[in-house]
Nanobody, 121 residues
């Protein structure tokens, strides 16, 4: 069982940066592939970025590649999403997830409550 708590969301102007954090409980955090998803109003939840258990492999949606960076610190039971060059279309609730297979097709069983990111134009 893993419990996930996101933080770091907020309001930022277009072109700005934010860093999201996801703190996980449990001693087995390092075993889980992790990912960030987002859901904008009226839209389906979409995969943003993923990372395997040791950070050796990362995955990104085409819309964020080159702007966002996912990383993890297993000693701190935390996964991060560094978001640069933010655009208004990045506005969404961002969710952290833990699963059994890394990447956009992974089976994510554990979810956080989400953190709001709003990018103004």
């Amino acid at each position: 069982q893993v419990q996930l708590v996101e933080s770091g969301g907020g309001l930022v102007q277009a072109g700005g940066t934010l860093r999201l954090s996801c703190a996980a409980s449990g001693r087995t955090f390092s075993q889980y592939p992790m990912a960030w998803f987002r859901q904008a109003p009226g839209k389906e939840r979409e995969f943003v970025a993923g990372i395997n258990w040791n950070g050796g492999n990362t995955y990104y949606a085409a819309s964020v590649k080159g702007r966002f960076t996912i990383s993890r610190d297993n000693a701190k039971n935390t996964v991060y999403l560094q978001m640069n060059s933010l655009k208004p279309e990045d506005t969404a609730v961002y969710y952290c997830a833990a699963g059994s297979i890394a990447g956009p097709e992974g089976n994510y069983n554990y979810w956080g409550q989400g953190t709001q990111v709003t990018v103004s134009s």
